[in-house]
């Protein structure tokens, strides 16, 4: 148990650290693993979900704006 959380960990931290290639995918993971972990995370996975929040912040501008060009184009 121990070491599969080390794994978890380790990549939570590169995924901070290499947050543009995060897919939106991967945001939503680790935005409810955070959720269903009550929040109660150390340093390190609050920047891993803050990196998630603002990709999944960056995946939703863009769908709305596809989509209000795509009424626009109607």
Do not use: C, F
């Not at 939106?24 to 929040?39: E, P, T």
């Not at 912040?57 to 209000?68: D, G, P, V």
């Amino acid at each position: 148990m121990v070491r599969v959380k080390q794994d978890h960990t380790e990549r939570l931290y590169d995924a901070v650290r290499e947050e543009p290639a995060m897919t939106l995918q991967d945001a939503l993971a680790v935005y409810l693993y955070a959720w269903m972990r009550d929040k109660s995370l150390d340093e390190g996975h609050e920047r891993g979900v803050e990196a998630a929040v603002r990709i999944i912040e960056q995946q939703a501008r863009k769908a709305l704006a596809a989509h209000s060009q795509s009424d626009e184009m109607e």
